[in-house]
């Protein structure tokens, strides 16, 4: 039924479209629309420009101004651009007033990621969380436009008639398919939860962060698997436990799905059973994009996150990966940029603010394998704080060590 609501097709160009706030000012914008940007790329759309307005309040309408919509206008007829993506989320009639004025496809950043998701969903278990999502979101949407949607309705018995709407019969397919959906994620979170319980009392550790920062290539370090990895945002939607020994000390350990801001909240609730391995877990693992000139945003927002879903008070070790591709500064000060934020070398940023964290963190190179012996003893150390408390009559010196 995915393949039903994919919106996007590949290949398409599309113009980027965001505002300047209360919330973001010109320089947060231009680093959301980056973020955007390398979103539509990797929906395979072709990004060819980008349109911002500064606004007080978002304009009912457009959402935009009218004269921005009609500049908007100009340059995609101009052009022949196939799709216009917004930053934040329209309204269902913003949505539709857009669509009517521009005459092209409309969407959002969350209808955007949801696409992206659809597009990455490979289990039976994902499928049914992502098509969930997108039913929630399309539902107070439907309009005439949705036609493509399933007749699984028709013949006598049914409450359909000849004077009918279309689009009332559409809304009555997906408030049966979300019912449908729900029940079946119940029947799924419940498996999982029996799962979970099944793999025994070991220490479970949990891999968190946004998306792309290295999380799977991590787990296949640690467990000497081989989990799908890739320089794409979201590529991996499964939860997947490996069950992984270090010094003689077995624990479990699970990847999760990359977190990212103003992630949709049909979403969270539809990924609810992937997120319970996060708010389960005894340790987790914060991974962070070190080389991301954005990062310090990046930890926050996934700190807040899970502060949301109720993990924000786990034993936590942030692990700042991706150090082979840290820019250090140049050592002539003539050569910096003073328009550009400071940036600290390596060893300036751990006696920084990283320092005063009431967190353990640690600077590793999963892909070059830089600092992992360090990191392997960290990890070590934390679950076996925790495996004395849960068997205290274990020998210790069993656990000898990384």
Same mark, same amino acid.
């Given at each position: 039924?995915?393949?039903?609501?994919?919106?996007?097709?590949?290949?398409?160009?599309?113009?980027?479209?965001?505002?300047?706030?209360?919330?973001?000012?010109?320089?947060?914008?231009?680093?959301?629309?980056?973020?955007?940007a390398?979103?539509?790329?990797?929906?395979?759309?072709?990004?060819?420009?980008?349109?911002?307005?500064?606004?007080?309040?978002?304009?009912?309408?457009?959402?935009?101004?009218?004269?921005?919509?009609?500049?908007?206008?100009?340059?995609?007829?101009?052009?022949?651009?196939?799709?216009?993506?917004?930053d934040?989320?329209?309204s269902?009639?913003?949505?539709?007033?857009?669509?009517?004025?521009?005459? %092209? =496809? &409309? +969407?959002?950043? /969350? !209808?955007l990621? *949801?696409?992206?998701?659809?597009?990455?969903?490979?289990?039976?278990?994902?499928?049914?969380?992502?098509?969930?999502?997108?039913?929630?979101y399309?539902?107070?949407?439907?309009?005439?436009?949705?036609?493509?949607?399933?007749?699984?309705?028709?013949?006598?018995?049914?409450?359909?008639?000849?004077?009918?709407?279309?689009?009332?019969?559409?809304?009555?397919?997906?408030?049966?398919?979300?019912?449908?959906?729900?029940?079946?994620?119940?029947?799924?979170?419940?498996?999982?939860?029996?799962?979970?319980?099944?793999?025994?009392?070991?220490?479970?550790?949990?891999?968190?962060?946004?998306?792309?920062?290295?999380?799977?290539?991590?787990?296949?370090?640690?467990?000497?698997?081989?989990?799908?990895?890739?320089?794409?945002?979201?590529?991996?939607?499964?939860?997947?436990? %490996? =069950? &992984? +020994?270090?010094? /003689? !000390?077995?624990? *479990?350990?699970?990847?999760?799905v990359?977190?990212?801001?103003?992630?949709?909240?049909?979403?969270?609730?539809?990924?609810?059973?992937?997120?319970?391995?996060?708010?389960?877990?005894?340790?987790?693992?914060?991974?962070?994009?070190?080389?991301?000139?954005?990062?310090?945003?990046?930890?926050?927002?996934?700190?807040?996150?899970?502060?949301?879903?109720?993990?924000?008070?786990?034993?936590?070790?942030?692990?700042?990966?991706?150090?082979?591709?840290?820019?250090?500064?140049?050592?002539?000060?003539?050569?910096?940029?003073?328009?550009?934020?400071?940036?600290?070398?390596?060893?300036?940023?751990?006696?920084?603010?990283?320092?005063?964290?009431?967190?353990?963190?640690?600077?590793?190179?999963?892909?070059?394998?830089?600092?992992?012996?360090?990191?392997?003893?960290?990890?070590?150390?934390? +679950?076996?704080a925790?495996?004395?408390?849960?068997?205290p009559?274990?020998?210790?010196?069993?656990?000898?060590?990384?």
């Amino acid at each position: 039924m995915i393949e039903n609501l994919k919106i996007l097709q590949a290949q398409q160009t599309a113009v980027l479209v965001g505002v300047i706030d209360k919330r973001q000012d010109a320089g947060m914008l231009e680093e959301y629309l980056d973020e955007l940007a390398f979103l539509a790329t990797t929906a395979k759309l072709i990004p060819v420009k980008r349109f911002f307005q500064k606004l007080d309040h978002p304009d009912p309408r457009f959402y935009i101004g009218s004269g921005k919509a009609h500049e908007i206008k100009k340059y995609l007829d101009e052009n022949k651009v196939d799709v216009v993506i917004f930053d934040d989320e329209l309204s269902p009639s913003q949505q539709r007033n857009l669509e009517k004025e521009f005459q %092209r =496809k &409309v +969407v959002d950043r /969350n !209808l955007l990621i *949801l696409d992206i998701f659809a597009d990455r969903a490979r289990t039976s278990h994902a499928r049914t969380q992502v098509e969930l999502a997108r039913y929630q979101y399309l539902l107070p949407r439907l309009t005439g436009m949705w036609t493509h949607l399933e007749r699984q309705r028709g013949g006598t018995g049914t409450r359909g008639g000849a004077g009918e709407k279309e689009i009332e019969t559409d809304r009555r397919i997906v408030r049966d398919r979300i019912s449908l959906l729900k029940e079946e994620l119940k029947h799924i979170d419940k498996q999982m939860a029996t799962q979970r319980k099944g793999r025994g009392e070991l220490v479970r550790v949990a891999l968190v962060g946004y998306t792309n920062v290295g999380k799977s290539t991590i787990m296949n370090l640690l467990s000497k698997s081989n989990v799908f990895a890739e320089n794409k945002l979201f590529a991996t939607l499964d939860t997947t436990v %490996r =069950k &992984v +020994v270090v010094g /003689n !000390l077995p624990f *479990l350990l699970s990847d999760t799905v990359g977190f990212i801001r103003k992630l949709p909240t049909q979403l969270v609730e539809s990924f609810k059973s992937t997120l319970d391995e996060t708010r389960e877990a005894d340790i987790l693992l914060h991974v962070v994009d070190i080389s991301h000139p954005n990062f310090e945003d990046q930890l926050k927002v996934v700190s807040e996150t899970l502060a949301e879903i109720g993990a924000g008070d786990k034993r936590t070790i942030l692990v700042f990966n991706k150090i082979d591709a840290y820019r250090e500064p140049p050592k002539d000060e003539h050569l910096l940029d003073p328009t550009k934020k400071q940036v600290l070398t390596l060893k300036e940023l751990e006696k920084s603010w990283m320092s005063k964290l009431q967190k353990q963190c640690i600077f590793i190179s999963a892909t070059d394998k830089e600092n992992i012996d360090a990191f392997r003893a960290m990890i070590f150390e934390e +679950v076996k704080a925790i495996h004395t408390k849960r068997y205290p009559y274990d020998k210790l010196e069993y656990w000898g060590g990384v």
